[in-house]
């Protein structure tokens, strides 16, 4: 195998963001930019442990030309086992588990997760760590630093490695093995969820399900577990051909981008339960008929459900959820007499929580759960979770979501997104907002008395590490919350994150309408931030 040491020029902007590098596919395309980058992940490992990789991706425009330089990179820089999964597929959570599974030293993931794919689209390089995980800070750090400072990259001499059949390829002492990219997730669901209650919630033909793979990743995936194994109708699973572009739409599953499922849901012989997944498969939304089941919610409900699934039989060790996230779940954990946990957002900051058997289930008000089954986010097994809840509860998805707020109090909750502000003017409102905060506490705003308002840091109980600048939080006396943050995935100036929280007991209003229920927090956080006098924006893009 002959190798080539090419001398390049480094990139200042390798930042990766809350979930690695995103840019769109030109960036990506610009001469040595891909290249560079790889060769920095690969430096920032230390010899020895960069030795056996996964690598696969969500199937978007790109993906195959990046795994061919990515297996020629890694290769050239001593890696003797590659993974590949075949046509270049693998989700996210999958990856996370082979990871796992073959005790990889890690794991090159192209995705750019629930953005837009196609050549005038996005594209994701992420990289995960030897647990399976998103690799921590200290180590995107090392890897921005080295890149802005590459001079060469390595690169060896192979013709392109066929990734339509699995097999192995040899070059020299190293192997290359094209693997199914299904087959080990779908085992490991069958062990974590029962399957034979779930199969026969279908055969008894009084239960419909619609699952919207949103021409991404999972399609595949659903395939294998839901209509293979569990017995579902073949037309259970929609848009399930993976497309490079996603057939021109957006991977987000959210009330906006998934419109398709969220139209049939709501029509009068809606299915009993509908949902989707991202780009990636890391992502979930669950719908009931006419009914939408908030992520935060779906969190607390998954937790205080746990113990009737067969993987969580023996209770859970404990909960985290991001700081933005409404705080559903710390009801159900002190119920439980569990620990909850406040992270900054972005997965990476639950590994290790979950590395230390202090939680067993995460989540994020940006569409994720997961649990320690993989250390990501895991759309499908969300689903999965929830189908079995179906299943043991004898319940529908509204019924449960109801019982839940009786016995536990609702949190009104909702995310209003600005996307496409130009950098300086969201650094100006922000800056601004900062400014006043001191100010706050003590305060009457909307008829609600602040009690506090920062800026959110947040010191990793498990080794100490430091993370600050995560958002800006205004904390009110009856717990209500408003917290305003930049979003770290945007590829296109900035995305404006405004998330609003207000908490209503079991015996109050329960089944008002979340928008109509914070209309008082909107009208505080917009004057507070004077969003339309700096942004000119008067409405949000996204409401979730
Ligand atoms: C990523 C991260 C999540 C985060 C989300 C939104 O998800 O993995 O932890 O909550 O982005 O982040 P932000 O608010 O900074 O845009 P994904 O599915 O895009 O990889």
Redo the contacts with the bound molecule.
């Keep these: 195998m002959n190798i080539t040491t090419v001398d390049t020029t480094p990139f200042s902007d390798q930042r990766p963001?809350?979930?690695g590098l995103r840019k769109t596919v030109s960036v990506f395309r610009t001469t040595h930019y891909l290249e560079n980058f790889v060769q920095a992940i690969l430096n920032a490992l230390p010899p020895g442990e960069r030795e056996s990789l996964v690598i696969g991706g969500d199937g978007r425009y790109y993906n195959r030309q990046a795994i061919q330089i990515i297996i020629r990179i890694a290769l050239a820089s001593g890696c003797r086992r590659l993974l590949v999964g075949q046509h270049g597929f693998l989700s996210t959570p999958a990856a996370s588990l082979m990871i796992r599974k073959y005790g990889l030293d890690g794991g090159i993931i192209l995705s750019a997760?629930?953005n837009p794919g196609g050549p005038s689209g996005d594209f994701g390089i992420k990289f995960n760590t030897a647990n399976g995980g998103?690799a921590p800070e200290q180590v995107t750090d090392r890897i921005h630093r080295i890149a802005g400072e590459l001079k060469q990259y390595r690169i060896a001499d192979i013709p392109d490695v066929s990734l339509e059949q699995t097999g192995t390829r040899e070059f020299g002492t190293a192997r290359v093995e094209v693997i199914d990219p299904v087959a080990d997730y779908a085992d490991l669901m069958e062990k974590l969820f029962d399957m034979d209650r779930i199969r026969a919630l279908f055969a008894s033909g009084r239960f419909r399900l619609v699952f919207d793979a949103m021409h991404a990743i999972t399609g595949p995936y659903a395939r294998e577990v839901l209509v293979r194994r569990l017995g579902a109708p073949d037309n259970t699973v929609m848009n399930g051909t993976p497309l490079q572009d996603f057939g021109g739409g957006h991977p987000d599953p959210n009330l906006v981008h998934a419109r398709e499922l969220v139209a049939l849901m709501q029509a009068a012989d809606a299915p009993d339960m509908g949902a989707a997944s991202?780009g990636d498969g890391?992502?979930n939304m669950i719908l009931g008929r006419d009914f939408f089941v908030t992520p935060s919610d779906s969190l607390a409900i998954m937790a205080a459900n746990a113990h009737l699934l067969p993987g969580y039989s023996n209770g859970i060790a404990g909960i985290a959820r991001?700081m933005p996230t409404s705080m559903a779940a710390d009801r159900v954990a002190r119920q439980l007499g569990v620990d909850c946990y406040e992270t900054p957002?972005?997965?990476k900051f639950f590994g290790n929580l979950l590395d230390a058997g202090r939680i067993t289930l995460c989540g994020?008000e940006?569409f994720?759960t997961g649990s320690d089954h993989v250390r990501e986010?895991d759309g499908l097994w969300a689903v999965l979770f929830w189908l079995n809840l179906v299943a043991a509860r004898k319940q529908s998805v509204a019924e449960i979501v109801l019982g839940h707020w009786q016995a536990y109090g609702r949190n009104y909750y909702s995310r209003h997104d600005y996307e496409n502000v130009e950098l300086e003017k969201a650094q100006d409102l922000v800056g601004r907002l900062q400014a006043v905060l001191a100010g706050l506490p003590g305060r009457r705003l909307a008829g609600l008395q602040v009690k506090t308002a920062d800026e959110y840091s947040y010191t990793d109980p498990v080794d100490g590490s430091y993370t600050e600048h995560q958002g800006t939080r205004i904390i009110f006396e009856d717990g209500s919350r408003i917290i305003v943050r930049m979003?770290?995935?945007?590829t296109q100036g900035a995305?404006l994150?405004f998330y609003y929280e207000k908490f209503e007991p079991g015996n109050g209003v329960l089944e008002n309408d979340a928008q109509t229920q914070l209309a008082p927090l909107f009208s505080v956080a917009q004057d507070l931030t004077r969003l339309g006098e700096i942004t000119g924006r008067h409405a949000p893009d996204v409401v979730t």
């Design positions: 963001g809350t979930s997760s629930h998103p991202d890391d992502r991001s957002t972005g997965w994020e940006s994720g986010k979003s770290g995935t945007g995305t994150r």
